[in-house]
Nanobody
């Protein structure tokens, strides 16, 4: 069973930093070569949208609102996807979800389309930025 478990959410003051981690387990090694994995954010009343993503070729993509402030990193030995959030603002508040799509493709495509129906999602972790 594929599981994605997020951690690291919480409250932070505007201008501060926060780190979210997503631990992936149970992903079959036979198809590990094809994937896209990333972080999504959803605020109340809004559609869940991509924050940052990486594909199996190592290409990354960032939402325009977080570019140059958030950095995505992958620890392949531990199967952990981490997003380092810097200089956060109230607009960064929301529920953050980790997603893994076993259907290959470029990370930048998630800036336009959502993960497919076969994608796996974590339960989410809340981030609250106070001014």
């Amino acid at each position: 069973e594929v599981r994605l478990v997020e951690s690291g959410g919480g409250s932070v003051q505007g201008g501060g930093s926060l780190r979210l981690s997503c631990e992936v387990s149970g992903y079959p090694s036979t198809i590990k070569r094809n994937y896209r994995v990333g972080w999504f954010r959803q605020r109340p009343g809004e559609v869940r949208g991509v924050v940052a993503a990486v594909d199996n070729l190592g290409n990354t993509a960032y939402a325009r609102s977080v570019k140059d402030r958030f950095i995505l990193s992958v620890d392949f030995t531990k199967s952990v996807l981490t997003i380092h959030m810097h200089n956060v603002t109230s607009e960064d508040s929301g529920m953050y979800y980790c997603a893994l799509d076993p259907v290959g493709g470029f990370a930048r495509e998630w800036l336009i389309i959502r993960p497919g129906p076969d994608a796996y999602w974590g339960q989410g972790t809340q981030v609250s930025v106070s001014s």
